[in-house]
RNA sequence: GGAGGAAUGGCGGAGUGGUCGAACGCACCGGUCUUGAAAACCGGAGACCCUUCACGGGGUCCGGGGGUUCGAAUCCCUCUUCCUCCGCCA
């Protein structure tokens, strides 16, 4: 969430910058200041209003302690019209106040100056392509008929079961999501990120904090009874641990790592690109997190996507790195990147992680704040990234290491798996 | 699920109708002492909102919401969470 003050103080370079992530309802920016500023005037009315109230409280107390009765009871009746007026503007605040969050919360971030102009995933810029091209045999073979041909993935059992989306991993296949799973957590772990194992669950206040709430409504799958979220990705969570604190400057950054599934309800994602593993219900992803001070936090997304690629390095895939344009931002992103894997078979770039800095924006509404060295409040910044998500993972490691008679698995992982060649 | 207790500042913990934003301790900042540090001593210091160029001034906040009262951390209702005991259970 933007705050209003910078809102205040930059009105036309926040409207451009908001242009430039293709939203469009720039005129909410001057609704929200021109409420606002209703706002401060009432609340200024108020105030005295209530040191009023407050002061005549206080005479009245003296006034029975003085033995003056009479006096007071005068003074208790002449109260009363005051407190109708408190009462009046106290109502008129609230309702402002209601009306400015409501805008408020639909407002995305600003991006970041580096982010692209753009409004659409074409318009992507392409920053650094790594990894070599597999050369794939003769007859090859998408993953989804891999999957089949070695049993490592049953579709059709999740769709039985659960429904389209919800695949069923299986012997080797398990496997492999398992040795990945403890891959990606050890490389984590060394690179000094905190394992958490998070619920799987979240109330509103976590998901109206990181972000989810109220924009990505609808695409979470919700438990009515509960009034709980399934967690769309373990950003939630582990970033909600956070929330209300007030940090030591010399605790951070915060790094923190979570395995999870992750759901997604893709309502309205039909058709393409929703073959085998390309796009789920439910799938797994280990994903890092780091509270940032404010100076660090560019510094610190670097940081994290030199994480990223060295795992695609070890896992020997060719991958491409993105800068997402604004047009392809996330709500509450200021500036993403995104790693992208070749599935050789499907002739593909597949997304399997999205490393973002989401600045203040989510610090504001989760109330994470540290205390800097002038003893000063300020808020702190969120990053978050893939590290990495399973699936799509597993889709390119099938197609591109697939050979006439099995498909070889990359070194790093074979002392996770316990066996070289899927076959 | 049943019975009882509790929720206070970054943390711990007093406070049961008026001068309490809140004692005290820890942590923190400044100073004295010291070659330096520690200890000791002295002093400072909550968060948020409104206002002011600034100094400052005003308001709100004692788990959330509502109520009683001229006045609520303190009384009442309600919700949430935690603890103890009982029951059930992976």
């Given at each position: ?38 706002r ?43 407190k ?8 008129e605040?609230?309702k402002l ?35 070599t ?22 579709f ?16 080797m ?49 919700y438990?009515n009874?509960?009034?709980?979220y399934?967690?769309p ?20 950054p ?50 994290m ?9 070890e ?39 999205s ?18 060295k ?6 702190l910044h ?42």
């Open positions: 969430m933007l705050l209003i003050k910078e809102l205040r103080d930059n009105r036309e370079s926040v409207k451009e910058r908001l242009w430039k992530r293709a939203f469009r309802n720039t005129e909410l920016i001057d609704e929200i200041i021109d409420l606002d500023e209703k401060r005037s009432i609340k200024a009315e108020l105030d005295d209003l209530l040191n009023k109230t407050k002061t005549r409280s206080k005479e009245i107390g003296n006034l029975y302690k003085g033995g003056q009765r009479e006096e007071a009871e005068q003074m208790k009746a002449e109260m009363a019209s005051l109708e007026q408190v009462r009046l503007r106290e109502d605040h609230r106040e209601v009306k400015i969050e409501e805008i408020l919360v639909r407002i995305p971030n600003l991006p970041h100056e580096s982010v692209p102009a753009g409004s659409s995933d074409a318009d992507n810029v392409v920053v650094k392509e790594g990894g091209m597999p050369s794939l045999p003769e007859g090859a073979q998408t993953h989804w008929e891999l999957a089949a041909k070695y049993d490592l993935i049953r059709e059992a999740g769709t039985k079961i659960t429904g389209s989306g919800f695949p069923v991993f299986s012997g296949g398990a496997r492999l999501q398992r040795a990945l799973v403890n891959f990606f957590l050890d490389r984590a772990t060394r690179a000094g990120y905190h394992e958490f194992s998070p619920p799987l669950l979240v109330n509103k206040d976590s998901a109206f904090a990181t972000g989810q709430l109220p924009d990505k409504d609808g695409q979470m799958y438990i009874e509960d009034d709980l399934l967690i990705t373990a950003e939630v969570p582990l970033t909600n641990l956070f929330r209300d604190k007030l940090l030591k400057e010399e605790d951070l915060q790094k923190l790592v979570g395995y999870t599934p992750c759901f997604r309800r893709e309502a309205g994602s039909y058709g393409k690109d929703v073959r085998g593993l390309n796009r789920l219900h439910q799938f797994d992803k280990v994903e890092i997190v780091q509270i940032a001070h404010p100076e660090k936090s560019y510094e610190i997304l670097d940081q996507i030199d994480h990223v690629e060295s795992l695609l390095l896992l020997e895939l060719p991958y491409r790195l993105l800068r997402l344009c604004g047009g392809d931002l996330g709500f509450t992103s200021a500036l993403t990147f995104d790693f992208e894997v070749y599935s050789a078979a499907q002739q593909k770039w597949l997304e399997v992680s490393v973002s800095n989401f600045e203040s924006f989510q610090a504001n509404r989760l109330k994470l704040r540290f205390k800097d002038d003893g000063k409040n300020r808020l969120t990053l978050n990234g893939s590290a990495l998500a399973f699936p799509r993972i597993i889709a390119a490691l099938l197609e591109n290491k697939q050979t006439k008679d099995g498909i070889e698995m990359p070194a790093v992982l074979r002392p996770y798996l316990g066996f070289d060649k899927i076959a």
